[in-house]
């Protein structure tokens, strides 16, 4: 299985910073720092909303973020990254 992240979180402006002044590119700052995006929970797509709901309630901003795919190995992140193709 792979993910694709559709809807990401608000990208940390420290992240932006080590990218530009380090020179590193999007797919580079995806895979190291994960753009801030921190704890990931997988849950079936069925209750996905319903997770989301109950996680936002102790964890503001909480929030789909995207989806399982079946191509295994691979992270989709945007701007057409993708990670472990």
Same mark, same amino acid.
């Given at each position: 299985?792979?993910?694709a992240i559709e809807a990401p979180l608000d #990208?940390?402006? #420290?992240c932006g910073l080590i990218g530009d002044l380090g020179? @590193?590119?999007d797919a580079e700052m995806w895979e @190291?720092?994960?753009m801030g995006c921190g704890l990931v929970a997988i849950t079936p797509q069925e209750h996905a909303d319903e997770a989301a709901a109950i996680l936002s309630a102790r964890h503001p901003g909480a929030r789909r973020i995207g989806t399982v795919t079946d191509r295994p190995g691979t992270v989709s992140a945007p701007g057409g990254i993708v990670l472990g193709a």
């Open positions: 299985m792979g993910y #990208i940390p402006p #420290i020179g @590193v590119s @190291v720092f994960n």
